[in-house]
């Protein structure tokens, strides 16, 4: 069966990098992805990565996927206090619509100053 | 371009009614999924439409239902609401379905509380 798992609470400071971690079970996924949800709003998403891919960057965010310990990571460089968000990582056998995507419970990420 | 709206985004229910939420998809997007929200489950799927045709529906019992409309709208329907009903639910349109890899835009949500 599918399953995500994240830690519930990372706590940065400002300015340094944050590194959100995420396990998953699948082996047949395809696409693995980080969303990031604000109080009172719906899922923005951030990056996404296929599974044949080993790393992903895209401005402050690299995404890291170790397909054989099924193993993600999304690192923030520069953390600043409008990432303080919560953050899912998600995962999907086909491009994500039909079969749904299957989320963790999500990581709050806490920026101190 | 218009993001995914979601109608209304506040509601308050009873126990035993039942409740209609409305999503509309960005322009052009065919495909739109449902999702509830709550602290105890966390995310869960519970289906997706596709050119006005249910694909796949998640692990939740019948009183959910949903269905899609030719302009690729779509509503959700809860009959006979329980109080574990109260979530926020979801909305995500993308332009396509399957096979190829494609984004997926989710509108803010409806939150929805049963009393």
């Known amino acids: 069966g599918e399953d995500v798992e994240q830690s519930l609470f990372l706590s940065v400071r400002e300015g340094d990098s944050s590194v959100i971690n995420c396990t998953y079970t699948?082996?047949?996924?395809?696409?693995l992805y980080w969303y990031k949800q604000e109080p009172g709003a719906g899922l923005q998403l951030l990056t996404y990565i296929f599974s044949n891919m080993d790393m992903k960057q895209d401005q402050r965010l690299t995404v890291l996927l170790n397909k054989k310990d099924k193993h993600l990571s999304l690192r923030i460089a520069d953390t600043q206090t409008g990432d303080s968000a919560i953050y899912f990582c998600?995962?999907?056998?086909?491009?994500?619509?039909?079969?749904?995507?299957?989320f963790g419970k999500g990581t709050h990420l806490i920026i101190q100053p | 371009k218009a993001g995914v709206t979601q109608t209304p985004r506040y509601l308050i229910k009873t126990r035993g009614q039942q409740v209609t939420l409305s999503c509309s998809p960005i322009s052009g997007h065919r495909s739109v999924s449902w999702y509830q929200q709550t602290p105890g489950q966390g995310l869960q799927f519970l289906f997706e439409?596709?050119?006005?045709?249910?694909?796949n529906k998640g692990n939740f019992p019948g009183r959910f239902s949903g269905r899609q409309f030719s302009n690729s709208r779509s509503e959700m329907n809860v009959s006979t609401l329980e109080l574990g009903d109260s979530a926020l639910y979801l909305c995500?349109?993308?332009?396509?379905?399957?096979?190829?890899?494609?984004?997926?835009?989710f509108g803010p949500g409806t939150r929805l509380t049963v009393t």
């Open positions: 995500a349109s993308s332009l396509t379905s399957g096979g190829i890899y494609y984004e997926q835009y």
């Open positions: 439409y596709f050119s006005e045709t249910q694909r």
């Open positions: 699948d082996s047949s996924s395809t696409y």
């Open positions: 998600a995962e999907s056998i086909g491009g994500g619509g039909a079969d749904g995507l299957t």
